[in-house]
């Protein structure tokens, strides 16, 4: 069954301090991973997406990378408004539904 | 262009209550799909819609949910006679009709958060 497993499940960081979130997953010909970042009481908001291992994309202090069996959200130099939950998907299936693991939910402290 | 909107934000019903949730797409796009996000677990999908067509509904519980999108208007989620274990946050996520694509990116609302007392 494919499953998408994040972690740590949270993490607290000082600003400036950077770190990597992973993403692991099983499923049977990954056709695309996504990356949300997800505030409180509000919808996910897009990030990336990825679709074969080795790429990699870039968006002001987010880098997210894809090997064969898991992404990494690379963060450099966080800064307070980069607090969030950050929700990792796979698309699945021809309807392309999406199977989401649980998040990281990360702070960054001044 | 706006983004994807639902309504209502906030819903609190009674326990045998029917809710009814809004979704209206992004401009262009010909998608939908709606997510639950029950307390302290991950998103899951519920069902995909094309316009006046339920594609996948594998996600959504046998009973007392429904869908649907019409020609006009907005996608609805409609859940009859609610208990409390459908308390949790519903998106609607849209995606744009892109002839010969693979995949498209799904941009998510700002969700329903359905109450039951």
């Known amino acids: 069954e494919d499953q998408v497993t994040q972690s740590p499940e949270a993490l607290r960081l000082q600003e400036g301090e950077s770190s990597s979130l992973n993403c692991s997953y099983t499923?049977?010909?990954?056709?695309?991973l996504f990356w949300y970042r997800q505030d409180p009481g509000k919808g996910p908001e897009f990030l990336f997406t990825?679709?074969?291992a080795g790429e990699e994309k870039e968006k002001e202090r987010l880098k997210a990378t894809l090997t064969k069996k898991e992404s990494f959200l690379h963060i450099t130099a966080p800064k307070p408004e980069d607090s969030a939950t950050y929700l990792c998907?796979?698309?699945?299936?021809?309807?392309?539904?999406?199977?989401f693991g649980t998040g990281t939910l990360l702070a960054v402290q001044p | 262009n706006a983004g994807v909107m639902q309504n209502p934000r906030h819903l609190v019903r009674r326990r045998g209550q029917e809710a009814r949730l809004r979704c209206s797409p992004m401009?262009?796009?010909?998608?939908v799909y709606w997510y639950r996000q029950l307390p302290e677990e991950g998103l899951k999908f519920m069902v995909y819609?094309?316009?006046?067509?339920?594609?996948?509904e594998s996600g959504m519980p046998k009973e007392r949910f429904s869908a649907e999108f019409p020609k006009e208007g907005p996608s609805i989620l409609r859940i009859q006679q609610v208990v409390r274990g459908d308390s949790a946050a519903y998106f609607c996520?849209?995606?744009?009709?892109?002839?010969?694509?693979?995949?498209?990116?799904?941009?998510f609302g700002p969700g329903t958060r359905l109450t039951v007392l």
């Open positions: 996520a849209s995606s744009p009709l892109t002839a010969g694509s693979s995949y498209n990116e799904q941009f």
């Open positions: 499923v049977s010909g990954l056709r695309g």
């Open positions: 990825l679709y074969s």
């Open positions: 998907a796979v698309v699945r299936g021809a309807t392309n539904k999406l199977i």
């Open positions: 401009k262009g796009h010909s998608h």
């Open positions: 819609l094309q316009k006046e067509n339920i594609i996948d």
